[in-house]
């Protein structure tokens, strides 16, 4: 797929074979992009960290990775988590490499991840930001997040999903056909 400055992805389900390409995306985020996304310093990821962000079930845990096409390196992860007490709701990250920011890939993956959600049955998203991340506040807010709560240094912002079929969003955020392997 093509992003609005025309640069090329391909959007496709994380693997448990991708640890290296997170570990390359990760490695290529600035400090503050790092202490934005996981809201406290953070150096490196773990074996354990880069395990359980690989190893996912795409029912309760489902992450999405784009890939540049031009070179096949790790550019953008969005990812949900089911909350234990609702299983209607989960919680989403959302990170992108910092030479990628504004081209609109954030919100391209929310979109497909809002598709996968709802043939999972999730029917509203959570995400808690810094509160200083005015660009994934921005982005949030585009997609019909409203402010949820504050916390100290922390934003929650819930963003209600529509049922499959009822989406103006692109086709495949829309369908359900394959639950696991749906289109990206």
């Given at each position: 797929?093509?992003?609005?400055?025309?640069?090329?992805?391909?959007?496709?389900?994380?693997?448990?074979?991708?640890?290296?390409?997170?570990?390359?995306?990760?490695?290529?985020?600035?400090?503050?992009?790092r202490q934005l996304r996981f809201l406290t310093i953070k150096r490196q990821?773990?074996?354990?960290?880069l395990r359980y962000l690989t190893e996912v079930d795409h029912h309760d845990h489902e992450a999405l990775v784009a890939l540049n096409r031009a070179d096949g390196r790790g550019v953008g992860i969005a990812r949900y988590i089911?909350?234990?007490?609702?299983?209607?709701?989960?919680?989403?990250?959302?990170?992108v490499v910092d030479d990628w920011h504004g081209r609109g890939l954030g919100t391209e993956l929310v979109t497909r991840l809002s598709g996968r959600a709802r043939c999972e049955g999730v029917h509203r998203f959570?995400?808690?930001?810094?509160?200083?991340?005015?660009?994934?506040?921005?982005?949030?807010?585009?997609?019909?997040?409203?402010?949820?709560g504050r916390g100290p240094g922390t934003v929650e912002?819930?963003?209600?999903?529509?049922?499959?079929?009822?989406?103006?969003?692109?086709?495949?955020?829309?369908r359900c056909q394959d639950r696991v392997r749906q289109p990206c």
């Open positions: 797929m093509a992003l609005r400055d025309g640069s090329k992805v391909l959007i496709r389900q994380v693997r448990s074979t991708d640890a290296r390409l997170l570990a390359d995306g990760f490695a290529r985020l600035s400090p503050r992009s990821l773990s074996s354990a960290e089911r909350h234990a007490d609702d299983p209607h709701a989960a919680e989403i990250a959302v990170t959570t995400a808690l930001i810094a509160e200083d991340n005015t660009a994934v506040a921005r982005m949030l807010r585009n997609a019909s997040a409203t402010l949820a912002y819930e963003i209600t999903l529509m049922p499959p079929g009822n989406s103006t969003t692109t086709p495949a955020a829309g």
